[in-house]
């Protein structure tokens, strides 16, 4: 049975950081590939980063490429999201996925994860 769980949303001002965290557990094949999402008001869940466990493969939107950095611990338990310069419209429900199909280029397809987190919130004020 895979668990995911993440830890570490708040309130920040514009300019700040935050460091999420996503605790992965269940077979490794499904916890190898994790993705972090987000969901604002209004909006569709969209794809943030991911990194696969085998090797040093990472992937970013372009809307958080330099500011944002993903990360697994060493013993490929913990998952995180390094997110710095925060702006306010990246304000929304924070998600960590895994259990991914299929193949890693389309690694910001949620309908490719089967196993989601309960969401963390991140809200960046101006």
């Known amino acids: 049975q895979v668990q995911v769980e993440e830890s570490g949303g708040g309130s920040v001002q514009a300019g700040g950081s935050l460091r999420l965290s996503c605790a992965v557990s269940?077979?490794?094949?499904?916890?190898?590939?994790v993705g972090w999402f987000r969901q604002a008001p209004g909006k569709e869940r969209e794809g943030v980063a991911a990194?696969?466990?085998?090797?040093?493969?990472?992937y970013y939107a372009a809307s958080v490429e330099g500011r944002f950095t993903i990360s697994r611990d060493s013993a490929k338990t913990t998952v995180y999201l390094q997110m710095n310069s925060l702006k306010p419209e990246d304000t929304a429900v924070y998600y960590c996925a895994a259990g991914y199909q299929g193949p890693f280029v389309r690694w910001s397809n949620s309908q490719n994860y089967k196993n989601w987190g309960q969401g963390t919130q991140v809200t960046v004020s101006s």
């Open positions: 269940g077979d490794a094949y499904s916890t190898s590939f």
């Open positions: 990194c696969y466990a085998g090797r040093d493969i990472k």
